[in-house]
């Protein structure tokens, strides 16, 4: 009966035991949980900085305040959503986009701790900005280069453009595509007067 007695004692130091240690736990979960909270809020307002300032240099027509939706983290343009603020397709709808997407790379970028990749594929931006004069297109320029030169070695653009201004072709390495020079280079070309469009007849003389 005394060993009996002897192991409820054990038992009971045991249990308490690991009750010390699920509350030691505990404690640690939520500190952790805290410290997530915390960071997750400062990345976020750094990203709406990070958003408003490329939407001010930008100078994205209309655009009054830039941030970032905290739950669905889309972009909030003057208070609302950018898809309920603007015509789908547009310019501007092209401009909004792409400083949200290099602001989500500004931010990983200073942020080495955040599993984001660095790196951005934009295709023809100048036509897609549907602009009439190429000042929207040269504050996105300028903002890449900045990007760029600031992370030399950690990020990568690749933007595929007609017609890019001489001015901004000493900050990129340059490939052009015409006919001598395909896109695919294994694929021969046969000239604009020889391309017959899919579903159009053939011309016969």
Do not use: C
């Not at 949980?33 to 976020?44: F, K």
């Not at 990983?108 to 009439?132: G, Q």
């Not at 903002?143 to 453009?161: E, G, H, M, W, Y």
């Amino acid at each position: 009966m005394l060993r009996q007695w002897d192991r409820v004692n054990d038992l009971e130091n045991a249990v308490q035991e690991l009750r010390t240690q699920q509350d030691r736990l505990q404690a640690r979960i939520d500190q952790a949980t805290l410290a997530l909270a915390l960071r997750r809020d400062e990345i976020l307002d750094e990203i709406s900085e990070e958003f408003q300032a490329a939407a001010t240099t930008l100078r994205i027509p209309g655009v009054q305040t830039a941030a970032i939706h905290r739950t669905n983290y889309l972009p909030v343009l003057n208070g609302k959503v950018f898809s309920d603020l603007m015509p789908p397709g547009g310019g501007m709808m092209t401009a909004t986009q792409l400083a949200y997407w290099t602001s989500l790379l500004a931010v990983a970028l200073r942020n080495p701790e955040t599993p984001y990749p660095a790196f951005l594929l934009i295709d023809t931006p100048r036509l897609a900005l549907n602009t009439p004069n190429d000042e929207l297109a040269a504050a996105l320029y300028r903002r890449l280069v900045t990007l760029a030169d600031a992370n030399q070695r950690k990020v990568q653009f690749i933007v595929a453009d007609n017609n890019l201004p001489a001015e901004y072709r000493s900050h990129y390495s340059e490939i052009d595509f015409d006919y001598d020079s395909p896109t695919v280079s294994t694929i021969h070309h046969p000239g604009l007067a020889n391309v017959r469009t899919i579903g159009k007849p053939a011309e016969t003389s």
